[in-house]
Each structure stands twice: as structure tokens, then as C-alpha cells.
């Protein structure tokens, strides 16, 4: 069936850092996938997405990394900051249909 | 520019009672997915509406239902509620058009149901 799983369930960085959150998925069918930021109290929020064709893309301090062959997904955030605390949620699109994963918490020290 | 906007931002019900949720979409979308989110939880997809009617839909009870309006709204109604629908609701929006070249959803922040 279709699962879309995160390896861990929080993420200690230290401000300045990078911070690489992962994913796995299983559904090799889907047309996008996509990393959202939820913060405490709020909706998630679109960070930035990647065509299941793709194996890269940029956004500003943000780059996700596809490797179909191994269906892991990643998320890099160069020069963490405090503000990017919160909880990431890698999800997977097919048919304008979202399907999360459970979320890896990222905390940003000082 | 108004995002997805939710109403009520909370409330508490009984269980078996009723509850209708309302969202409207961001300006210039005309579709509209519900997902439900437990705590400490990714989002579950309800349902999808588009043109009126609902296009796509998750693993959920007829119990959940939906109606989207003229102008692109959205309700969410829940019959004989249960404990575990507790959650918070989510709205999001997109257009079918350039959007549908996108991953991109735009998420409301939510509709936060507790039932007692």
C-alpha cells in the first residue's frame, strides 16, 4: 500500500548548521513530492516540492534530494535558524491528493 | 491577499452531536481538499471538491461530508460524532489550473474539534 515514513522523529541542529531531514516513501506511482513546515498552532506550510522526474531542487536555504532508486527523500536547510524550528512533514501527490508522513521535529539551539 | 481562511478556529462537542466546519479558499483557487490531523500526526486526507462536487476521497466514514458552494467554499460536516474525531481540520486550497503544474497546497490554520 502507499506509506510515506519519516527515520526520525526529532532533529537536534545547532544554529548555523545544516540540517538534513529524511524520508522514505513506497508509492513509486506519485507526480510530486513535497515538504511542508507546520509550526505550533498553525497550518502546514509549503516549502518546497520536487517532480517525481527530478532528482534535485533548489529554493532559497532549502535543496530536496530524490533517489528513486532507494525511494528516500531528503531535505536540506543550509544555515539553520531558530525560526526554522517546527515540525516537517514529507508528503507524497498524486492526482492533486496529498499523503503525509507521522513529521520529524526540528529543534535549532543556540 | 486573503489565504485559506477556517472557521471556528475551535470548538468543543458531545458525542453523537453534529458539527459543520466552513473554509474559504485562497483567492483565484477552485479546489478544495479537507485532511484531518490527530495529535502528533501527519494530515489524513477526507475529500477533495471541485466544480461542486467531490472528486476524490480518503479512508473515512460516510459520517463525514462535505459541500462545496458557488463561489468556491467549503463545508465539512461530521454526523454522531466519536471521541476519536477529535483533531484538527484542515482546508486547503489550489487552482486547477497553473496550480495543477505544482505540488503546491495552500493550508488554512485550522479548525481544532474536541469531543467530550
Known amino acids: 500500500g502507499e506509506s510515506v515514513g519519516l527515520h526520525l522523529p526529532t532533529l537536534s541542529v545547532q544554529e548555523g548548521d545544516n540540517s538534513i531531514i529524511n524520508c522514505a516513501y513506497s508509492n513509486s506511482a506519485s507526480d510530486y513530492f513535497i515538504w511542508y513546515k507546520q509550526e505550533s498552532g498553525k497550518g502546514p506550510q509549503f516549502i518546497i516540492d520536487i517532480r517525481s522526474n527530478m532528482d534535485k531542487r533548489q529554493g532559497q536555504r532549502v535543496t530536496v534530494l530524490l533517489n528513486k532508486t532507494v525511494k528516500h527523500l531528503s531535505l536540506q536547510i543550509a544555515a539553520t535558524q531558530p525560526g526554522d524550528s517546527a515540525v516537517y512533514f514529507c508528503a507524497e501527490m498524486k492526482a492533486s491528493k496529498l499523503t503525509f508522513g507521522t513529521g520529524t521535529r526540528l529543534q535549532v539551539t543556540l | 491577499d486573503a489565504g485559506v481562511t477556517q472557521s471556528p478556529t475551535h470548538l468543543i462537542k458531545t458525542r453523537g452531536q453534529q458539527v459543520t466546519l466552513r473554509c474559504s479558499p485562497k483567492s483565484g483557487h477552485d479546489t478544495v481538499s479537507w485532511y484531518q490531523q490527530a495529535l502528533g500526526q501527519g494530515p489524513q486526507f477526507i475529500f477533495q471538491y471541485y466544480e461542486e462536487e467531490e472528486r476524490q476521497r480518503g479512508n473515512f466514514p460516510d459520517r463525514f461530508s462535505g459541500h462545496q458552494f458557488p463561489n468556491y467554499s467549503s463545508e465539512l460536516n461530521v454526523n454522531a460524532l466519536l471521541l476519536g474525531d477529535s483533531a484538527l481540520y484542515l482546508c486547503?486550497?489550489?487552482?486547477?489550473?497553473?496550480?495543477?503544474?505544482?505540488?503546491?497546497?495552500?493550508f488554512g490554520e485550522g479548525s481544532r474539534l474536541t469531543v467530550l
Open positions: 486547503a486550497s489550489r487552482s486547477s489550473g497553473n496550480g495543477a503544474n505544482t505540488g503546491e497546497l495552500f
